[in-house]
């Protein structure tokens, strides 16, 4: 894929401006990063104040405090915000203003409230417009994996003798080296910890005869991908059966990914699965993922929607296994973003 690709923040804007004509808004207001990453490409230190106030009649402003006094280097239209007053003033104009109610805390919208709007949630239509992904979204989300695939291929050749927390580490770093950060906290489970879902990385040394599974991914211009992977150097016959089954549910699942599939069907698939061969259910077959790790796929698939496939079997007690893909969906197969990264 070639890297001229750019982000079309003007198609992105035409988008959110239709969805502000039909709830019949005047304007947008978020502190979400990434919707603000999207729709103008700014990006604030991880914990700077930001907002964005995006009108149905012109381009989004973006209020950010004084230290950050280079941002009108990256974006033109800034505001500088003494205090929330300031961001009160842009939005007096407006009749009626959708805001972010999972980003927004309550004390904004306690001063808000002060103004003589209609304020209404729009969380649900913001994330629904980022769900399809564009070619350069998708692109991003690509390179995400490859550099995953690279860095786990490299920590993965020395495991056994390591700590949980060294491998988790060893994987940051990489990240790093390659001129990307991690997606999220590395998972990093060995031996019985792999039981665990959400496992966070310990004092546990990687024996030999231990199975190890590692969920991790690198974050590319802001794009997540999701990847886990099980490595190791021999498994007895109860392991190796749990771990097959599982691969093969996941070739199952990723069979049927395309766009006009309910999710709620692929859902009830991917149980069935699990309770024919004696399994709990213990999460979902996946979830959307792009500029967060964790999106929503909405009810029913949509043509370039970017999910992750991930079954997996926890045993209390004994182990688990977890196997992950990135996808993109589309009319007919899917196509596979992780699938250069080798399952064992």
């Known amino acids: 894929m070639g890297t001229h690709l750019k982000p079309d923040f003007a198609k992105r804007g035409k988008a959110l401006k239709k969805m502000m004509a ?14 603000i990453l999207y729709y103008t490409g700014y990006i604030g230190l991880k914990d700077d104040r930001l907002f964005m106030i995006f009108p149905l009649d012109g381009r989004p402003k973006l209020a950010v405090s004084p230290l950050s006094n280079e941002a ?22 407006y009749k009626a203003v959708g805001y972010d109610e999972r980003a927004v805390s309550i004390m904004v919208y306690q001063e808000l409230n002060k103004l003589k709007i209609r304020l209404q949630p729009a969380t649900d239509a913001l994330e629904a417009l980022r769900i ?11 390179k995400a994996a490859a550099i995953t695939g690279k860095v786990l291929a490299s920590v993965s050749e020395r495991l056994v003798g390591r700590s949980e927390k060294e491998i988790a580490d060893a994987l940051e770093i990489g990240y790093r080296k390659m001129g990307t950060e991690s ?44 990847v886990t992977r099980i490595f190791f150097r021999r498994m007895d016959a109860k392991r190796r059966k749990l771990y097959e089954d599982v691969k093969h549910i996941k070739d199952e699942i990723t069979g049927i ?9 692929i859902e009830d698939f991917y149980r ?11 999460h979902s077959f996946g979830h959307g993922v792009g500029l967060s790790v964790h999106e929503p796929t909405g009810d029913v698939l949509k043509e370039n929607a970017v999910i992750t496939i991930e079954p997996g079997v926890y045993i209390k007690n004994f182990a688990g296994f977890r196997v992950e893909d990135t996808v993109v969906v589309k009319k007919g197969k899917a196509d596979v973003l992780s ?3 080798p399952i064992t």
Do not use: W
């Open 22 to 35: 039909e709830k019949d808004l005047d304007a947008v207001m978020t502190s979400s990063q990434n919707e």
């Open 72 to 93: 009108k280097k990256f974006y033109p239209e800034i505001v500088y915000m003494e205090k929330f007053a300031d961001v009160l003033a842009c939005l007096k104009p």
């Open 132 to 142: 399809a992904k564009d070619a350069y979204e998708i692109e991003q989300i690509r």
């Open 183 to 226: 997606a999220y906290d590395s998972i990093v489970c060995a031996g019985s910890n792999t039981q665990f879902v959400h496992h966070a990385p310990a004092a546990k040394i990687v024996g030999g005869k231990d199975a190890v599974m590692i969920d991790t991914a690198a974050k590319v211009n802001g794009y997540c991908c999701d």
């Open 257 to 265: 990914i395309k766009a006009g599939a309910a999710c709620k069907d």
């Open 272 to 282: 069935s699965l699990l309770r024919k061969k004696g399994y709990p259910v213990v």
């Open 339 to 341: 699938g250069m990264i």
